[in-house]
């Protein structure tokens, strides 16, 4: 059980307002859990990533919510900006045999209305 | 400092053909890892090389190849095309012993 579930699958917020992704995960092997933010035609960038002994973790406008009894993980963005509208992918990390492997959600596509 | 390069940025192949894409990582950066990204979809984690060996593979095919290189350089090489091989190949760099990958812009691959 290697996936992991992200929602929504697009999200729409009016400048200002708070944007929320969900992600699952049933592995509890994973123990590394970073989000990425992509925009059309570029690579996956990092934005923020939390390993599952601590609850939460803030830098600037973006916050994550570790839940590690649910093995559930949010991100929270603050004050969202139009230039925030990107496509936002959950990620997990686990040890299989010696390589470091990450696990991706299926991307949230957010839409922030100026 | 340079990010994580990839070339070509572009390529069309037909049904059949081989292709072969390279990556260079950031500087410092030993471990390269290989992910598939399908239109629509999280990118999927295709290889992870370190110290020019294959440390762990994904569900792929073995159609699917790579290698690492002693400056750590990598190539990533799909045999015998299909159509469903169309996506983005985005390569991964991260100093050994840290978890945080950093990707490289991507190679769009267009199977015709």
């Known amino acids: 059980q290697q996936q992991v579930k992200q929602s929504p699958q697009s999200l729409i917020v009016q400048k200002g307002g708070i944007s929320i992704i969900n992600c699952a995960y049933e592995n509890t092997a994973f123990d590394y859990f970073p989000w990425y933010q992509q925009f059309p035609g570029k690579g996956p960038a990092l934005l923020i990533a939390i390993r599952p002994d601590v609850s939460e973790k803030k830098e600037g406008r973006f916050t994550i919510s570790f839940n590690k009894s649910a093995k559930q993980f949010s991100l929270h963005i603050m004050d969202s900006q139009p230039g925030d509208s990107a496509t936002y992918f959950c990620?997990?990390?686990?040890?299989?045999?010696?390589?470091?492997?990450?696990?991706f959600g299926s991307g949230t596509q957010l839409t922030v209305l100026p | 400092d340079a990010g994580v390069t990839q070339s070509p940025t572009h390529l069309i192949k037909t049904r059949g053909q081989q292709v072969t894409l390279r990556c260079s990582p950031i500087?410092?950066?030993?471990?390269v890892s290989w992910y598939q990204q399908v239109l629509g979809q999280g990118p999927q984690f295709i290889f992870q090389?370190?110290?020019?060996?294959?440390?762990g593979r994904g569900n792929f095919p073995d159609r699917f190849s790579a290698r690492q290189f002693p400056n750590y350089s990598s190539e990533l090489n799909v045999n015998a095309l299909l159509l469903g091989d169309s996506a983005l190949y985005l390569c991964?760099?991260?100093?050994?012993?840290?978890?945080?990958?950093?990707f490289g812009p991507g190679t769009r691959l267009t199977v015709l």
């Open positions: 990620a997990a990390t686990l040890t299989s045999g010696s390589a470091r492997q990450l696990t």
């Open positions: 090389y370190y110290e020019k060996e294959e440390r």
């Open positions: 500087s410092g950066h030993k471990s």
């Open positions: 991964a760099s991260n100093q050994l012993g840290m978890d945080t990958q950093y």
